[in-house]
């Protein structure tokens, strides 16, 4: 007979062969750098609202919509460096909230190694403010140290428009947006870059963080992604998860419930349903709410770059904008509301002037996705995606009350 000492061993060593115990692993961190593409002018505001036409599209009356607007290039970007195949080759990816393919070929082209597999798909995707299409591979995908999935469905594309300056995208929104890109399996969807990187345990929690910060810099590497959770350096007080809304189409989407006042005391907009999108750079407000702001700031449109302009006096009596989410009030002060004036040029501003970065989406609330929050309100707040638990999570950040525009 065994000694009860013994025997208890043997039993709990039995326990933990039978159920794991799972240590949290930290968060991977992966570098992001901001860079504004001079390749043209943009018209910054033309840009983001076809590519809301089309995400409103999604989950209207058609994923087909066909969005009649000229296209303009991916004007203000942020982007990773990731590496396809082994041996592998660097490419200069995106980062978008607001779509869940990964692809590329737009600038360089893909290199085909031994890991490189053709399925006998096609693969396509329309974003509005541009478009790719092409073959979808099979392929080893590496986000940084530790990250490598072996088979990852990429898109190559043999034809793009609007990316001129970057290779391609890095879709992290919900899995749900692959259905429907490829042929002929249009009834499947793809596994993003997330669900494989926690499918095959190398992330412990299905979620993301992301860290960006306002510069006046043309190019420089100041933002983050956290891969399987979040940077606690990145954030100040906590964290204000509220559920992606049942609200359709946003709720295809990184999809939340807010309202928005200017100061304390003016409803712009009544607690609706919208997006927060890193591939949006502007903040959109549906046009009943944007005239309401237009009248609060008397704020004029410059027809040269399409943003709202005000004066110097304006300015110093410009007041802050209040997100509440969840029940959290999330201030964007003045400074946060305008363009970084040294970037004037950049958009076919003229110098000393003042431009605001709210605008127009194009249409009414009450159409199921009201506003976006692209990265302009992003760079002064840390954002978690969490697909795990069907949330969306905002916290302050020590850039929320920076003055660096």
């Avoid at 995400?55 to 460096?81: C, H, M, R, W």
């Amino acid at each position: 007979m065994f000694p009860k000492t013994l025997l208890s061993t043997l039993l709990l060593a039995l326990a933990v062969s039978a159920n794991p115990v799972l240590v949290d692993k930290a968060p991977v961190t992966l570098g992001l750098t901001r860079r504004l593409n001079l390749t043209s002018v943009h018209n910054l505001v033309r840009h983001d609202q076809t590519r809301a036409q089309k995400l409103k599209a999604f989950g209207g009356v058609s994923t087909d919509a066909v969005i009649n607007e000229p296209v303009d290039n991916q004007a203000v970007t942020y982007f990773a460096d990731v590496t396809v195949g082994n041996p592998g080759t660097h490419y200069s990816l995106l980062i978008d909230t607001g779509s869940s393919n990964t692809w590329l070929g737009a600038n360089k082209a893909y290199a085909k190694t031994s890991t490189s597999k053709a399925t006998s798909n096609k693969v396509s995707v329309t974003y509005g403010s541009g478009s790719f299409s092409g073959t979808e591979y099979t392929d080893q995908v590496s986000l940084g140290s530790g990250l490598t999935i072996p088979s990852q469905s990429i898109g190559v594309a043999s034809k793009s428009s609007g990316f001129d300056g970057i290779d391609g995208i890095l879709g992290i929104g919900p899995v749900d947006l692959t259905q429907g890109t490829l042929s002929p399996a249009t009834s499947s969807t793809i596994p993003t870059v997330t669900d494989n990187l926690y499918n095959l345990g190398i992330i412990t929690s299905n979620a993301i963080g992301i860290s960006y910060a306002p510069t006046t810099s043309e190019e420089v590497e100041n933002g983050e992604l956290s891969w399987g959770g979040v940077d606690s350096s990145k954030y100040t007080g906590s964290i204000t998860y509220v559920p992606i809304t049942s609200t359709s189409p946003a709720s295809f989407y990184w999809g939340i419930n807010q309202s928005i006042k200017y100061g304390t005391s003016t409803t712009i907009l009544s607690n609706t349903a919208g997006i927060v999108d890193t591939g949006t750079t502007l903040i959109l407000l549906a046009t009943d709410a944007y005239k309401k702001y237009v009248a609060a700031t008397g704020a004029v449109l410059d027809n040269t770059t399409g943003l709202l302009k005000i004066s110097t006096t304006q300015y110093s009596k410009l007041q802050s904008l209040f997100f509440t989410i969840g029940g959290t009030s999330f201030e964007l002060t003045a400074n946060a509301q305008i363009w970084p004036r040294s970037l004037n040029a950049d958009i076919g501003g003229t110098s000393g002037s003042i431009y605001l970065v709210v605008a127009d989406l194009g249409s009414n609330s009450g159409e199921g996705l009201d506003f976006i929050n692209g990265y302009t309100f992003l760079e002064r707040f840390y954002s978690v995606y969490d697909t795990s638990n069907k949330r969306v999570g905002i916290a302050n950040t020590p850039n929320t009350q920076a003055t660096s525009n």
